[in-house]
């Protein structure tokens, strides 16, 4: 989210906003009532490929639109003000919403990045230079200024960073946010289904919520992530990552082992089969022939081969369990040759197979357990990764 106050550097803009755009960007802007008088709406709204916005109501004839400031801010991973002017400054500073930028700025959750513009002795006056210590003690990344010719013919500091510059800050800002950058990570998720017949399964509860929950997460980490899914009902068009769907537990194995002496980073949230029929029949078995037994052969314990042949990678295991929780993970822990282990029971409301929830515990290899509150997948997910960075 790009917020314009009205400086002549503003004329610079619309190339920071091709530079962002080559970066693979989405850029909306937000431009103060003063800012038209220096960058015009239309170019900037050709380059962002996206409307330009400046009041809270924007006139399309009969039909106002409302601007939705809160929207406009949840929207953003990053807003940047540039230029920003001593009276956006200090607007932000005393929370002074009188245009829909500072309306924006105060509801943004996202980082906010401040590239001030001014001539030379507004930038050293106190008050300025009083209203940018403010804004860096409310967690705003302040940006320096450049020094050299400024709009007034005066000489010294106050001119707004060239865009390269910014855009530079930007990428640095998001890289030092992704501990997982160049690193690939595998996530098995979701059940397996094993055949009984061209029409039956045998197979289990798991939506892959988890699993899913723990591909995005490490993805806004900055990994490189391999989804390994079995059969699901989850939206995934759109993941930023690598999605391989399979069926069986042995396709399950095939695909990870595919992958698993390139990655730096697996984690197990799959509830793989532990055991499928020894024969698949060819046609739909009929109840006219009697109550089939049908003889389970165990599937391959995908995980516990992860652990014989781990080299680098840190390896995460899952363990849902009913009863003796603890017991049973630790075990799992070792026994796997795990670096760590999460483990969530079905005895805890909202946790385990398919909710939106899940309430787990995080074992290291120090074996001492780390409890945590029933939460969102997301919020799980977070935690798990924390975990395992820390
Ligand atoms: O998918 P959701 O609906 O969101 O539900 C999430 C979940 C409950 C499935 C997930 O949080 C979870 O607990 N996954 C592991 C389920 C499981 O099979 O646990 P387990 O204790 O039986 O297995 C221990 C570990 O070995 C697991 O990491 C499992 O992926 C792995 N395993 C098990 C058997 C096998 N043949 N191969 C394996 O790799």
Not at 29 to 53: G, K, R, W, Y
Request: hydrophobic share 45%; glycine share 6%.
């Amino acid at each position: 989210m790009l917020g314009i106050s009205a400086g002549i550097a503003a004329y610079k803009i619309p190339s920071l906003i091709r530079l962002f755009k080559k970066e693979g960007a989405s850029v909306r802007v937000i431009l103060t009532p003063d800012a038209h008088a220096f960058v015009t709406p239309l170019t900037l709204s050709v380059l962002s490929q996206e409307p330009v916005l400046s009041s809270f109501v924007s006139e399309d004839a009969d039909n106002p639109v409302w601007n939705d400031h809160v929207a406009l801010g949840n929207w953003a991973d990053l807003m940047l003000i540039a230029p920003a002017t001593a009276n956006s400054l200090s607007a932000m500073a005393h929370a002074k919403c009188n245009n829909l930028l500072i309306a924006t700025y105060l509801s943004a959750r996202c980082p906010v990045m401040i590239a001030p513009a001014m001539d030379l002795d507004m930038y050293a006056h106190p008050a300025n230079q009083k209203n940018l210590k403010t804004l860096e003690a409310y967690g705003n990344i302040v940006l320096p200024v450049g020094e050299g010719s400024l709009a007034s013919g005066l000489e010294g500091k106050g001119r707004m960073l060239e865009p390269q510059e910014i855009l530079e800050h930007s990428i640095r800002y998001f890289y030092s946010q992704s501990p997982l950058l160049g690193k690939k990570v595998l996530i098995t998720a979701g059940p397996t289904y094993e055949p009984i017949d061209p029409v039956r399964f045998i197979g289990n509860f798991s939506s892959g919520k988890m699993g899913l929950a723990l591909a995005y997460q490490a993805a806004n980490l900055g990994a490189e992530v391999h989804l390994i899914l079995g059969p699901h009902s989850l939206d995934t068009d759109e993941v930023p990552f690598n999605i391989e769907e399979i069926s069986t537990a042995d396709e399950m194995h095939a695909a990870v082992f595919n992958l698993y002496d390139t990655i730096d980073f697996a984690i197990a949230a799959a509830a793989v089969a532990d055991f499928k029929p020894r024969m698949r029949a060819s046609q739909k078995i009929k109840k006219e022939t009697g109550t089939p037994l049908i003889e389970l052969i165990p599937n391959p314990d995908i995980l516990a081969q992860m652990g014989k042949q781990k080299k680098n990678q840190f390896l995460v295991g899952f363990a849902l369990e009913t009863e003796n929780e603890l017991v049973h993970a630790i075990e799992k822990l070792k026994r796997k040759n795990l670096d760590a282990i999460v483990l969530n029971s079905l005895a805890d409301t909202g946790a385990g197979f398919a909710s939106d929830t899940n309430k787990i515990t995080y074992i290291g290899k120090n074996e001492t357990p780390k409890s945590f509150p029933l939460k969102s997948k997301e919020d799980v997910a977070k935690d798990i990764w924390n975990e395992i960075l820390t």
